[in-house]
């Protein structure tokens, strides 16, 4: 009975009143956290600093480590002094030490004469000390190990002789030749950059490479659109087809159209030339309003309805699914809830530079740790997406050398455009993600790696890779800097079906974009089937057969091999009666959205 002396109070209005206070409480921490991520570039101040002290007192403890960079320090000054007294003797004294692989800084004629390969080769060889001095201090995180090797490798890169015009010879002869006007020119360059980046264009050249006139450009239809994506058929190039349809399921991470570039290098014409029936996802470009879409979202909203409409434009054929990056991922998890819920609806899988264990997954793994996450978590709170801006900034630094100093030389410096190509412009051309999709992924796929150990969910159900049964084919690229390809490699300790694993020459998109005929690619092929032991990465990069040429050659023998067997006839465009009509014309619309 109650009490007027004593009135009631509501539990559930005191609980939700706590709750708000505490949401403001995050609330503050979280705009801070934007503020600063504004300022940093999204590299988390606390993550950075939590590495240089965890390898600034594990140094300090360790008198013998300390030792050993003393002596190794008089060893590199000795090789200097008796490189420069050498090289006074005879200029053309081979260099003491050489650049790394990939480091193409030093490479032009003119840093093999004094005094530029003097400059040369004491900066490669403090890089090669500070190294050391970053590597291998007893007790020190392996994390925090590579955030503070990266974060002086990119230090290092800022005073590296190649970034100052009276330290570097092409510099210097390109301003001789012209009298100084490449100066001038340089600086035009960058104020049109600048202006550019202000203002939201494109890069300078990109114009030139419009989806829909000059890249993306292979004849389809919409046949499907929702909220997240649009899916494209593409019209037959063949009389007769195979009778399996192939269905793509891009990163949304970029624009589809990296599979669809220009004519000669496109892997959907190419396949439709080969007589597949292809279809494409081209994902939204999401907004503030689509902050809380979902990796499930995705799933559901994306492979799962186009598998939908493929089933009704083309009942009872099995489809062969591929997935490229992000994609491939999505597929994975799509598949292994498949299999678990007994749906068949997949011939084979193809995986495109797609990670599916996420404990070594790269340089890509320098952003990402608890702190990070939170740091990350906060900036996409206060805008409801990551933008492309803040993305492009991660890799980016990865390859300041690639990405950031060479351009820096060669347009500012030089004064010398580089010139625009199909891949650049796609890569200028970005898209955002959403808040709690992003979220997501980095939490349970990368800090947690929920898909790996058998822990990611789908309605309720283990997604468990272990459960797909359709032969695969998985591709990785040499220099991967996104998805290396030992990460790729690991899917083969959980899969348990047959899988023929290609290693390609090239990078994360080079090596995927490799049409017949283009020169210098090569790829290493392999096949584990099911019940064979597993083979190590170095064992089978040892075993391998090494071909010359493209893989998508080997890639569409592979899908012919597991067709039903004749060809069919073309299938119609979409299926209107069933609620598939055509839309629009390919690339659709969602691709145009900036």
């Known amino acids: 009975m109650n009490d007027p002396r004593h009135p009631r109070i509501s539990t559930a209005h005191t609980c939700r009143d ?58 590199k000054t000795g090789r200097i002094a008796a490189h420069i007294a050498a090289a006074a003797a005879r200029p053309d004294t081979p260099p003491c030490i050489e650049p790394l692989p990939g480091d193409h800084r030093f490479r032009a004629e003119g840093w093999r004469k004094p005094p530029f390969s003097l400059w040369a080769q004491a900066f490669l060889l403090q890089q090669q000390w500070w190294h050391n001095v970053t590597r291998e201090v007893p007790g020190v995180s392996p994390h925090h190990e590579e955030v503070v090797s990266f974060a002086v490798r990119q230090l290092l890169d800022v005073f590296s002789p190649s970034n100052f015009p009276l330290l570097n010879p092409e510099v210097l002869e390109k301003t001789i030749q012209t009298a100084g006007a490449n100066y001038l020119e340089g600086f035009s360059n960058f104020l049109e950059d600048v202006t550019r980046q202000a203002t939201g264009q494109l890069p300078v050249g990109a114009d030139a490479f419009q989806p829909g006139r000059d890249v993306a450009v292979t ?13 494209i ?46 279809f494409c996802i081209s994902w939204r470009n999401p907004d503030a309003t689509d902050r809380d879409l979902s990796m499930d979202d995705y799933r559901r909203m994306g492979a799962m309805a186009a598998l939908d409409a493929i089933n009704a434009i083309l009942p009872d054929v099995k489809v062969n699914a591929v997935g490229y990056c992000l994609g491939g991922t999505l597929l994975a998890i799509a598949a292994a809830a498949m299999a678990h819920a007994g749906d068949d609806r997949l011939a084979s899988m193809t995986l495109l530079a797609a990670q599916t264990d996420f404990t070594e997954p790269g340089e890509l ?23 492309a801006d803040q993305m492009a900034g991660a890799f980016q630094l990865l390859r300041t050398n690639d990405l950031v100093w060479s351009r820096h ?22 898209t955002r993600m959403p808040y709690r999709m992003h979220a ?3 939490q349970r796929l990368y800090i947690d790696n929920e898909l790996a150990s058998g822990r990611f969910m789908v309605e309720g159900r283990p997604a468990a890779l272990q459960n797909i049964r359709v032969p695969m084919f998985v ?36 090596g995927i974009v490799s049409e017949p005929g283009h020169v210098g690619r090569t790829f290493r092929t392999g096949l584990k089937e099911a019940s064979a032991l597993y083979l190590g990465p170095d064992e089978w990069l040892a075993a391998a057969t090494v071909k010359e040429g493209s893989w998508w050659t080997d ?27 055509p839309l629009a014309d390919a690339p659709g619309t969602y691709i145009f959205q900036r």
């Open 233 to 278: 058929q593409y019209a037959p190039a063949t009389k007769a087809v195979l009778a399996e349809p192939v269905l793509i399921v891009p990163a949304w991470i970029m624009k589809y159209y990296i599979l669809d570039l220009s004519p000669q290098n496109s892997l959907v014409r190419y396949l439709v030339g080969q007589g597949h029936t292809v």
């Open 555 to 581: 890639w569409a023998a592979w899908l012919a091999e597991r067709s039903a067997g004749e060809r069919v006839a073309p299938p119609a465009m979409g299926a209107p009666r069933k609620g598939y009509p």
């Open 440 to 442: 997501e992924y980095l």
């Open 365 to 387: 793994a320098l952003f990402i740790d608890h702190s990070q996450m939170h740091f990350l978590e906060s900036m996409m709170w206060n805008r409801g997406y990551l933008s």
């Open 409 to 430: 030389i060669r347009e500012y410096l030089m004064g010398e455009r580089a010139p625009m190509f199909d891949i650049m412009a796609w890569n200028a051309d970005t």
């Open 475 to 510: 591709v990785g690229t040499e220099r991967d800097h996104v998805a290396p390809w030992r990460s790729v490699y690991k899917v083969h300790q959980l899969c348990d079906t047959d899988i023929t694993f290609v290693l390609t020459s090239g990078g994360h998109n080079a």
């Open 219 to 231: 004849p389809g239809k919409v046949v499907f659109r929702n909220h997240l994506i649009e899916l």
């Open 18 to 75: 706590e709750s708000l206070g505490l949401e403001g409480y995050r609330a503050l921490d979280r705009m801070r956290e934007a503020l600063t991520g504004a300022i940093t570039g999204g590299i988390s101040p606390t993550s950075l600093a939590l590495a240089l002290f965890d390898w600034s007192i594990h140094l300090a403890a360790a008198p013998g480590k300390r030792l050993e960079l003393i002596d190794k320090a008089v060893r």
